[in-house]
């Protein structure tokens, strides 16, 4: 599991530790674990690289600066370009220079020597801001990130330009090859779109473990953590006693959802899946084992989870239905047409979870925002949803978001832009349901489901995917994330 923490608790954990130990310790720790990063990423090749240090104002640049002058130490040529030459930095500054480094500035006369020593870089190291910055990147450092362009850019704690809480990129912002971030992750580096300008992420331990809160901010699954939560059959059990989960979905105009619904949940753990719907005839010819009944859910038979919505149209049958669902005791995950529908107070009226998963357009309309608005605040608009619902949220995308209003948020790695497909939300609706039936919590089953949908579409590879071809490649992923 990938923890994150949040700038405020990073900030206090920093301030414990550094009041135990000698001035400028973390720094160096810092600046040892950057500049092997560095290293690495030449290839081993120090001697006589050409390394350009972008330096702002803060802590960030003195990283910055310390891993410089180790890398000038081995060989390199560095040149540190100071974005704000106003600011002390004493220390790093004379570390450079003993080592051989030059130290120039982003303005002024020497504005064009900075510029064209980080055109001529092999590497550029990115010390404009790590946890002190706000909002998108200000001249000069515009201009300086420009000119990096086609150079291995490795980011200090943080790309700059992003928002370390939150994964929102307000404007311009440094778009690494790789960041070495210090101490934990911080939750903007999980998420999207700051995620896509953080590159390849290298953690330095600076001995801040202890000093963090033991519950994170932000956390995303790793393989081994689903391998844990995959259900898993006892040897005595039979169909009912792993789960059966209720599909209500589909209608006249909307048949495929039953049958994608149905694909996703023949994939997800349960023991059987029951269909209540129009679209019975449809289902069967397509997965004859499926249990079908075309009367209302409240006649349909027990089941252990019930998903409701994909394809279900607003009409009155469509209404009805999500009233049966909600007034039943188990869990239930509303998701598409279902959440168009959905009350408030009668989610959270009930005695058993709630799952919803809304798209981004889905989540604008039950939050009263437009869709830009919760693209670009991602993290706070599914603890909005959680919050208002009283229920656990799955805000799909990109980076798929979880939250349940009691624990950290769940950030789900897997995925590619091609699950923007029609329909690829019907499977994931079936396969998240199965797994509740199968016993999962709402915020596990929300997290593995995704992380397998996400992985299935990765297997498709870059390329055009359709709906059922994620829901086959879902027992091949099941099998590897298994093994
Ligand atoms: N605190 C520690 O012991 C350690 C810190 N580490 C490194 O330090 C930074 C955090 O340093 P801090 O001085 O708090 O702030 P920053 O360097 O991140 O930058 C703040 C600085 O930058 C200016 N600024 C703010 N926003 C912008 C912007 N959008 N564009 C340009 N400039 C901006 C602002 O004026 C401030 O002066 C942390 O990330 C680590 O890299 C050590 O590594 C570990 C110990
Ligand atoms: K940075």
């Known amino acids: 599991m990938r923890t994150a923490h949040s700038v405020d608790t990073v900030r206090t954990a920093e301030r414990a530790l550094m009041a135990e130990l000698p001035e ?24 006589g690289a050409r390394v350009a240090l972008l330096v702002g104002s803060g802590d960030n640049g003195g990283d910055a600066l310390y891993a410089g ?30 080592a051989g480094g030059r130290v120039t500035t982003a303005d002024g006369a020497d504005g064009e020597a900075g510029v064209r020593a980080v055109r001529r870089a092999d590497l550029v190291v990115d010390g404009i801001v790590g946890i002190g910055g ?66 390849a992420l290298r953690p330095v331990d600076i001995g801040l473990g202890p000093w963090l809160p033991s519950e994170p901010d932000a956390e995303a699954l790793q393989h ?34 039953a049958v994608l619904a149905v694909a996703g949940a023949l994939a997800g753990g349960a023991g059987a899946v029951r269909y209540a719907g129009p679209a019975a005839d449809a289902v069967i010819a397509r997965f004859p084992e499926t249990l079908v009944t075309t009367g209302p859910p409240a006649k349909a038979g027990r089941v252990q989870a019930w998903v409701i919505g994909p394809g279900l149209g607003d009409g009155p049958e469509a209404r009805q239905a999500l009233v ?38 889905e989540a604008a309309a039950l939050l009263g925002l437009s869709r830009e608005e919760v693209e670009a605040s991602r993290l706070s608009s599914v603890r909005a949803l959680a919050d208002r619902f009283g229920a656990t949220a799955l805000l799909k995308g990109s980076t798929t978001l ?17 699950l923007a497909t029609a329909g690829s939300g019907d499977v994931l609706s079936g396969l998240t349901g199965s797994l509740l039936a199968a016993g999962l919590s709402t915020r596990d089953a929300a997290s593995v489901g995704a992380y397998l949908h996400g992985l299935a579409a990765r297997e498709l590879g870059n390329a055009p995917i359709t709906s059922l071809a994620v829901a086959e490649e879902l027992r091949r992923v099941w099998l590897d994330v298994s093994r």
Request: charged share 20%; aromatic share 2%.
């Open 24 to 47: 400028g310790t973390l720094m160096q720790r810092a600046a040892a674990g950057l500049a092997a990063a560095c290293a690495d990423l030449l290839g081993r090749r120090v001697y």
């Open 69 to 98: 002058a180790r890398l000038a130490r081995r060989g390199a040529g560095v040149t540190a370009v100071l974005l704000t030459p106003d600011r002390a930095h004493a220390g790093g500054l004379r570390a450079l220079r003993s």
């Open 134 to 199: 706000k909002g998108a990147l200000r001249e000069p450092a515009q201009e300086l990130v420009a000119a990096a362009e086609g150079a291995l850019i490795v980011a200090v704690d943080l790309p700059s330009g992003v928002d370390a809480d939150t994964g929102e990129v307000p404007g311009a912002a440094v778009r690494a090859d790789a960041t070495v971030t210090f101490g934990t992750y911080k939750p903007g580096l999980l998420i999207d779109p700051a995620r896509e300008h953080a590159g």
């Open 224 to 257: 081994a953590d689903v391998a844990g939560l995959l259900p898993r059959p006892e040897a005595e059990s039979d169909k009912y006693r792993r789960g059966v989960v209720g599909i209500v979905a589909g209608s006249a105009r909307y048949p495929g959802a």
């Open 324 to 361: 049966d669902v909600l007034t039943s005791d188990v869990p239930v995950l509303v998701d598409a047409d279902g959440l168009r529908l959905l009350d408030p107070q009668a989610v959270r009226a009930r005695s058993a979870e709630t799952l919803l998963t809304p798209h981004a357009g």
């Open 402 to 418: 979880v939250a349940d209003g009691t624990h950290a948020v769940r950030v789900n790695p897997t995925g590619t832009p091609w």
